[in-house]
């Protein structure tokens, strides 16, 4: 918040683009993380009281490329992420199905919900956090692809474990 406090104070001349539950290729993130401990583990507790949308990253910079190409002058606070809604949990099952689908996932798991207070976090994450994508929908004519979809592309591609 403070950053985007400073570049409002300095120029009217901004874009600011909210994202939520980043994924991408490199780093560490929830993909690479559920399909390792999948892998290693019979089963598995993840949080289901948190709702969001994944985002991959390779969405995410599409979207900036295509703001950058445009040379829009609508400047202003966008946000951005998958198209839809899910828990931690529902987004584990999906990396589960698909990555068993994909051959990415070799033996069973099975996944168990459980609350935020059951699961021991470093960080204290926020109950809701789903984005309203209608403004970067209608002033860049953006379509969002769902958030499933994106996570089927990105192991598609192939994904370094």
Known sequence: M???????????RYFIIRTAWLYG???????YT?????NSRESLQVV??????????RDLAS????IIRRD???????????????????FACEIYRQGREMGL?????????CSSEEFPAKVKRPAFSLLN???????????????????????EQGIEL
């Open 72 to 90: 829009s002058s609508d400047f202003g606070i966008y946000h951005f992420s998958g198209e839809g809604k899910t828990s931690w949990y529902g």
């Open 133 to 155: 994508k209608g403004k970067v929908k209608s002033r860049f004519n953006w379509t969002v692809p769902s958030w499933e979809e994106s996570l089927h592309l990105f192991f």
């Open 63 to 66: 979207l900036m490329g295509e």
């Open 34 to 38: 559920m399909l390792k401990l999948m």
């Open 105 to 113: 996932i070799a033996s069973e798991c099975s996944l168990i919900p």
């Open 25 to 31: 290729r490199y780093g560490n993130n929830f993909v």
């Open 2 to 12: 403070a950053g985007e406090e400073a570049l409002k104070g300095e120029t009217n």
């Open 48 to 57: 289901e009281d948190q709702i969001g949308s994944p985002t991959w990253t």
